[in-house]
Every structure is written in C-alpha cells, then in structure tokens.
C-alpha cells in the first residue's frame, strides 16, 4: 500500500496575540491507499479546522501536507490553486448529498471530470461503471429528488469517487441515515477504500461504525492518536 | 460540456417563465411609455404632414397656430397668392370644440375649417376610410374614427346640424383630440359669431358689426425653383405678418407644444428603466442566494468559479431577452388600449433590447459578487 495522506506537525491557531487560540497542535498521522480511516473527537475539539486542512480550504498555521508523493503544503501552499489540488486529488462526501439539484444523477457524478478536460466518452463510461458498481445503474437519469437518501448518498459516493482521487474526507457521511443505511454506508466506504485504493477518512460521532474502519485517528487536546482497529474487531 | 445555466432552468422552468412574465409586463409598459412619447411626438406634427404646406403665415410675432394664437383677415391668403413665388395658398382655422354623440356624451375635437373649393388639399385622399371630402360650403363634416361618429350621422353644431359626408383614419391635433373638419364658412361662424345676446349687448355699447372674416393661418405652397425661406422673409418684410417654413413650424411644434410632456415622459421612462434594472438585480441576487449552498459545494470540490459565474451571467441575460420577449407582446397586446395614439417602433424596442441587456449584465455582477464570496468551507460542518 501507498501513502494516501500524510500530515506532519499541522498547526492552526485562529486569532493573534492574546486572542490567539490553539486548536490544532502538531497533529501527525497517515493514512494508506486502501484504508478507512476514522476521525473521532468531542464537539468542537476541531474535526472540521483538520478536515478543512487537508482537504485544502483552510489554510493551516505550520507543519506539512502530503496527498500520495506530493508535498502541497509546508508552511504554506505548494501551489496557487488549491482548487485544482482539490479537484484532481480528493473527494469530499457530506452530511447531507448536497448533489446539485438541476442535474441529474449522470449529470452530478460527470460534473467534475468534465472540468478537467477529459473525453466526453470516457468521462461518461467511467460515471456509468462508477454508478453501476455502487448499484444505482438504473437510476442514471434520475434527479436527486426521486432518490432516497442512501440512494443520493450513493451518488455523492460517486462523484467524490469519479475523478479517481488519493483521498476522499467524508464528513459525517452518515450522520442524515437511519442505523441501518450507515452501517451500509460504512461498509461501502469500506469496500471502496479497498477495491478502488484510495485512503477514506471519515469523520463520525458514531462509534458503532468504527469496527468497519481499519484506523480511529482521534484528536487529543490539539493532537491526534491513532490506534489500529484490531484484525479481530474489523467487521 | 454540462450547460449549468440551462439546466437549472429547466429544472425550474415555471417559476423562471413567470418571473421573465413579472419584469416582461414592467418592460411592457416602458415600451407603452416610450410609445405615448412617439405618439405625441407624431401626432404633433400629423396635421403638419398632412396639410404638406411650405409655409405658415400667422399673426405678426406670435408662435400660431399650434403654439399661440394667431388671427389674420381672411383675404391675406388673396394678397399673398399674388406673391412672387407663391403658388397657392388656403385659409384655415383650428379651434377646439366639444361635439355630442347620440349618448349626450361629450366628445372634445379639433375642428379645422377650411375652403372646399379651394385648389389645396387638406384631408389627404389616402386617409378617407368612407364617404368623401367636404364639397358644400355648409353643414357638411368630415370626422376622424376615433371620434366614434358614423358616416351619415347629424352632429349638432352652434345653432346648426351638420351632416357626416366622410370619416377619416387616425387623423388628431397636436395634442392628440381627434380632428373634424368643416368648411372655413361655418367655422368662421362656429369661431367669430357672437350670440344674439351678445349682438345686442355690443350695438348697446355703439360696438358695430362684426367680423368673422378672420382666420387662424393661411398656408402656401410656392412655385418650384423658389426658396420658401426666401418666400417667407418677403413675406415678414412687407406683409407685417410671420411667415415660418414647414421645418420651423415642426421645431416650433416641439419645442413648444410638446417639449414639457416629451421630458416628463422621458423622465418617467428613465425612471422605469432604471427600476426594471434593478428589480432584475434583485431577482438574480435571490436566485443566487437560493443556489448558495450548492455553489459552496461546486467551490469546494473543485468547480472552477467560471463555470458557476457564467451559469449566473447566462441564466441573467437569458431573463433580460425573454422578459423583453414578453414585454413586446404584453405591450402590443394593450396599446391599443390607451386613448391616446401610442407608436411602437422596433428601433425603440430593439434600444430598449440593447439597455436591458446592459443592465441584466450589471445584474448579474450582484449574482457573481455572491458566487465569488461564497466560502467552500461553509459546505463542512453542516
């Protein structure tokens, strides 16, 4: 397995002087291609500052960001658009689907690969195997308000998977579902981290799904420890 | 390529459809004003177009007819005639009369009087929609349309009844009352005439006789290879009278007769635009504030902002065009409507087209400030 992400010493302090507030300090973690990582505190000990972070909206105080072999922050950004790094090198998958309404489930998952210029063809053949894997092959043409909401989870699932990025940050991805839909949500994720190598991070306030997760990432008063699930936990 | 614009409009196509509707029926009546504003402007110069003459000689330092009153003897159109250059010339008077029709209702007209045996013609044959000119030097009118007389009918007049022989298309003053036309011998005694007691009043106060041998204008036409100015200035230098050209008869008509309405409508109508533009902006701000949450998802996940910007500039531009669309077709379906004459011209609309499309542009600088500060951090966290 390769590095899907790696963070060393991140910073981020909000505010300046004797206002300044410490929220991140010195986080370090990594997590594989191939592995669902967990990301687990307490209400407002920072999940979204980090998850901000890496996924390249924020810009941190310190430390360095790695997606795969590529350096995109060391006390500061590698590039001037971290939009592209966004667009090409992660996948983002939300509370809710926020898939964009007029279009339809094709349409959303196609979206992003068109702006980077890739053949029509191609993109359109790679959403319909992407949708088809996640079981929504039917529903191609549907709009997101005739899907259920697992079904429009799926199809955020796609979107985030349709650029074949390193990374996908799922912030509280199941947090809108019934226990049901999450534990089969979790085991999507889980079965893609796997099938698809890319490095899922999901952030969750449920521990019930932290056995699908290979590795819980908690944040500890600014800093993170990682601990493996055990072999014998793992669902 | 996705075309995000007309996605989302057709996943929102009623209420797109009713809001262009909204601001279509504002650019409806802008169009309707600008309308009135031609109207006006036309209908000024109407009775100029028509009577075609090259000169107007009115009482000495007066803006007659249209603009001030103005009164000459009868027989000036005799001397001038007699001019060198002068071709042919007609006395005319205009006054504004009320007539009743069969409804005892009122009906305010212009009536101009005018020679019918004279060699100028004044009602332009191509206007006559039935019946004929005046022919009889009495109790023959001819009426326009809009009056709502028919041909045949008996309209009380003064002390006389007066017999419809024609009626006219669209023919109206300067201040747009429908025009009827009567001969100068009647009008002069519709105009000049006193009442009997007031005859006798006068001869009480050793006031003698009467003239009604006055008219308002004598028009003329002067013989090819003479200048009408030249004419004119002949005619101002020994006839103590003024003599304007067909041109400053028309300046003075808007200038003078029309000018205040023109800019009150013009103002109006400026006033109109301006709103129009910034209800659009207002309408493109909501509709942008409506999709900001998917525009902070589109920042987040790597949409490039010009995608997302020119979805707000062609959704923006595309309800300017159907608003003006639907204002075009709000306005020719009522103008008709109004009693005054009103002129749709397509130079206006398609002016009107160019304005609107430069302030949806601007309108859409709102939206596009909207979708620059959305912030894709927003999006996590819920």
Not at chain 1, 101 to 114: D, G, I, K, M, Y
Request: aromatic content about 6%.
């Amino acid at each position: 397995m390769s590095t899907g992400i790696r963070i060393e010493n991140l910073q981020k302090t909000y505010g300046q002087g004797d206002n300044a507030v410490e929220v991140i300090k010195g986080a370090c973690f990594e997590v594989q291609r191939g592995e669902l990582a967990a990301l687990i505190a307490p209400s407002g000990a920072g999940k979204s500052t980090l998850l901000m972070m890496i996924g390249c909206v924020l810009e941190p105080s310190g430390g360095e960001i790695w997606l795969g072999d590529t350096q995109v922050y060391a006390d500061r950004w590698t590039t001037k658009d971290a939009r592209t790094i966004r667009r090409e090198k992660i996948g983002f998958i939300f509370q809710a689907h926020y898939l964009i309404p007029f279009l339809n489930v094709l349409e959303n998952v196609s979206l992003l690969p068109q702006t980077n210029k890739e053949p029509e063809a191609l993109i359109r053949k790679r959403a319909t195997q992407l949708l088809d894997y996640l079981g929504l092959g039917e529903k191609l043409y549907a709009m997101p308000s005739d899907l259920s909401g697992g079904q429009n989870q799926r199809v955020a699932i796609a979107r985030a998977l349709a650029t074949e990025p390193q990374i996908i940050l799922a912030d509280e991805p199941t947090a809108a579902l019934d226990i049901e839909r999450a534990h089969s949500v979790a085991k999507l994720l889980r079965q893609i981290a796997k099938e698809q190598q890319v490095a899922i991070i999901m952030v969750t306030h449920d521990e019930r799904l932290l056995p699908y997760c290979d590795k819980i990432l908690k944040i500890n008063e600014g800093k993170i420890d990682t601990s493996q699930v055990e072999s014998d936990q793992v669902i | 390529m996705i075309n995000l614009a007309y996605k989302d409009i057709r996943h929102t196509l009623s209420k797109f459809l009713v809001t262009a509707m909204g601001v279509g029926m504002l650019l409806g009546i802008v169009l309707i004003m600008i309308g009135v504003y031609r109207g006006m402007a036309d209908d000024a110069r109407m009775l100029l177009r028509d009577i075609n003459a090259d000169l107007w000689v009115v009482q000495q330092q007066t803006l007659g007819p249209f603009a001030e009153s103005s009164r000459l003897h009868q027989d000036t159109q005799d001397i001038l005639r007699a001019l060198d250059g002068v071709d042919k010339t007609a006395a005319l008077t205009l006054q504004n009369i009320q007539l009743y029709n069969r409804q005892q209702q009122a009906v305010r007209v212009m009536a101009v009087g005018f020679d019918p045996a004279g060699d100028f013609q004044i009602i332009p044959a191509q206007r006559i929609l039935a019946g004929r000119s005046l022919r009889a030097q009495h109790f023959e009118m001819v009426v326009t349309d809009k009056t709502g007389f028919q041909l045949g009918e008996q309209i009380a007049l003064g002390r006389d009844t007066y017999h419809v022989v024609g009626v006219v298309q669209g023919s109206v003053s300067s201040s747009g009352d429908p025009l009827v036309y009567i001969s100068l011998k009647d009008a002069q005694n519709v105009q000049f005439s006193y009442s009997n007691p007031r005859i006798r009043n006068d001869r009480a106060r050793g006031l003698l006789g009467q003239n009604t041998q006055l008219v308002n204008t004598v028009v003329a036409k002067v013989r090819p290879g003479y200048s009408a100015q030249e004419v004119a200035e002949q005619i101002e230098t020994w006839k103590h009278l003024t003599a304007y050209t067909h041109e400053q008869q028309a300046t003075i008509l808007s200038r003078n007769v029309i000018e205040r309405s023109s800019k009150q409508i013009g103002l109006f109508t400026a006033i109109l635009v301006l709103v129009s533009g910034i209800i659009i902006g207002l309408i493109i701000y909501t509709m942008t504030l409506e999709k900001i949450k998917e525009i902070s998802i589109m920042k987040l996940i790597g949409i490039p902002s010009r995608m997302v910007v020119k979805m707000i500039m062609q959704e923006t531009l595309l309800l300017g065009a159907i608003a003006f669309v639907f204002g075009n077709i709000f306005a020719h379906l009522i103008y008709a409507q109004f009693p005054k004459r009103v002129v749709l011209m397509w130079n206006d609309s398609l002016l009107l087209f160019a304005i609107i499309l430069t302030a949806s542009f601007l309108a859409s600088l709102v939206g596009v400030y909207k979708v620059m500060k959305a912030d894709p951090a927003s999006a996590i966290g819920g």
